[in-house]
Nanobody, 124 residues
Framework: QVQLVESGGGLVQSGGSLRLSCAASGHSFRSYSVAWFRQAPGKEREFVAALTWSGATTYNEDSVKGRFTISRDNTKNTMYLQMNSLKPEDTAVYYC?????????????????WGQGTQVTVSS
């Protein structure tokens, strides 16, 4: 069993930056693929970025290309999402996820473990 706990959300002005963290319990974290998703009010959960155990990354090119960076520190059992040049449309609850059935998957149904979510609000 793996537990994921996000932190780092908050209120930021448009153009600002935030770094989200997701701390994982369990000894197998380094072997998991991980990802970030987000969900805005009234919208479906949306893929943001994924990172496989081997270091391959996938991003939602349409919405976060060149602005967000996913990373992990296996020594700390923690994954990160660095968000730069934030826009009001980035406002959402951000969720970390782990253990993709298909490494690098962009589908939420492929992830078995989820954090509780952290709110990110970008003001214009």
């Amino acid at each position: 069993q793996v537990q994921l706990v996000e932190s780092g959300g908050g209120l930021v002005q448009s153009g600002g930056s935030l770094r989200l963290s997701c701390a994982a319990s369990g000894h197998s974290f380094r072997s998991y693929s991980v990802a970030w998703f987000r969900q805005a009010p009234g919208k479906e959960r949306e893929f943001v970025a994924a990172l496989t155990w081997s270091g391959a990354t996938t991003y939602n090119e349409d919405s976060v290309k060149g602005r967000f960076t996913i990373s992990r520190d296996n020594t700390k059992n923690t994954m990160y999402l660095q968000m730069n040049s934030l826009k009001p449309e980035d406002t959402a609850v951000y969720y970390c996820a782990a253990q993709a059935r298909r490494p690098g998957s962009t589908s939420s149904s492929d992830y078995g473990y989820w954090g509780q979510g952290t709110q990110v609000t970008v003001s214009s």
